[in-house]
């Protein structure tokens, strides 16, 4: 009997997903939110019958994302953290949610507590992200309906196609740790954990045009400028390398 449940919630589970994917996959979000009632109509149909998949809540979430509804985007990804606290997707959406929401300093004491969690499959169930409630109900009046997370969308759909996603995201939270230090005001932490990650990702190129936005941000264009030419560099090297004349 247990099995079968297993399988019977993995088929729900998979079965919603899919739908899903067919209607928001790729989709500016204009047309997701044109599509969001029926979105909403897959996921709680299969959320009735299993309600602790993690997939299907931050499926909610997402949904909630796009349509600028803040408050119950956090709920559905509180809720999706609870149930699978080590995932690294989850762990970035909520990064950058806190963000979105002016709360870089929140961000980086989620991510001081979540961080201990990525890449350990045991002992999932003991994180609890109840100590982020009392940033639930902030809100803030001149930011109705901004919240569109262009990060998280491409980042998700570039994910779903080369199905690194949790691989993509434990880099990308990285990233996002660097953001929320210098957003709280942190100059030198900032600058330290980028020149780290320079040094770690000095040959993945995606990585490198992310610190290259950072060095910017951070108004350090000498650094951002030299980072660019050993980036540029290094691909021009490597078309040598394989089109030899």
Same mark, same amino acid.
């Given at each position: 009997?247990?099995?079968?449940?297993?399988?019977?919630?993995?088929?729900?589970?998979?079965?919603?997903?899919?739908?899903?994917?067919?209607?928001?996959?790729?989709?500016?979000?204009?047309?997701?939110?044109?599509?969001?009632?029926?979105?909403?109509?897959?996921?709680?149909?299969?959320?009735?019958?299993?309600?602790?998949?993690?997939?299907?809540?931050?499926?909610?979430?997402?949904?909630?994302?796009?349509?600028?509804?803040?408050?119950?985007?956090?709920?559905?990804?509180?809720?999706?953290?609870?149930?699978?606290?080590?995932?690294?997707?989850?762990?970035?959406?909520?990064?950058?949610?806190?963000?979105?929401?002016?709360?870089?300093?929140?961000?980086?004491?989620?991510?001081?507590?979540?961080?201990?969690?990525?890449?350990?499959?045991?002992?999932?169930?003991?994180?609890?992200?109840?100590?982020?409630?009392?940033?639930?109900?902030?809100?803030?009046?001149?930011?109705?309906?901004?919240?569109?997370?262009?990060?998280?969308?491409?980042?998700?759909?570039?994910?779903?196609?080369?199905?690194?996603?949790?691989?993509?995201?434990?880099?990308?939270?990285?990233?996002?740790?660097?953001?929320?230090?210098?957003?709280?005001?942190?100059?030198?932490?900032?600058? +330290?954990?980028?020149?780290?990650?320079?040094?770690?990702?000095?040959?993945?190129?995606?990585?490198?045009?992310?610190?290259?936005?950072?060095?910017?941000?951070?108004?350090?264009?000498?650094?951002?400028?030299?980072?660019?030419?050993?980036?540029?560099?290094?691909?021009? +090297?490597?078309?040598?390398?394989?089109?030899?004349?």
């Amino acid at each position: 009997i247990g099995n079968r449940m297993i399988i019977s919630k993995l088929i729900i589970e998979t079965t919603a997903s899919i739908r899903l994917s067919f209607l928001i996959h790729n989709q500016p979000s204009k047309v997701i939110r044109e599509r969001c009632d029926e979105c909403f109509k897959i996921i709680n149909n299969a959320l009735e019958k299993c309600p602790d998949s993690f997939q299907l809540h931050y499926n909610l979430a997402y949904i909630y994302a796009i349509l600028g509804n803040k408050d119950e985007c956090y709920k559905s990804l509180q809720k999706s953290l609870q149930l699978k606290p080590n995932d690294s997707r989850l762990i970035l959406f909520m990064m950058r949610l806190l963000r979105s929401r002016k709360q870089p300093r929140a961000a980086l004491a989620f991510y001081a507590k979540a961080k201990k969690l990525i890449n350990i499959p045991k002992n999932q169930n003991e994180f609890n992200c109840s100590y982020l409630t009392s940033h639930s109900n902030s809100k803030d009046p001149k930011d109705k309906n901004s919240f569109l997370l262009e990060d998280e969308i491409n980042y998700r759909n570039i994910s779903s196609r080369n199905g690194n996603g949790n691989q993509d995201a434990r880099k990308l939270v990285e990233i996002e740790e660097i953001f929320a230090t210098y957003e709280s005001n942190l100059n030198p932490e900032a600058k +330290e954990l980028t020149d780290k990650a320079k040094l770690k990702y000095k040959n993945d190129d995606n990585m490198t045009s992310l610190l290259i936005r950072i060095e910017l941000m951070m108004n350090s264009g000498k650094e951002a400028t030299e980072l660019f030419r050993n980036w540029i560099g290094r691909n021009n +090297e490597e078309d040598i390398i394989n089109n030899p004349a």
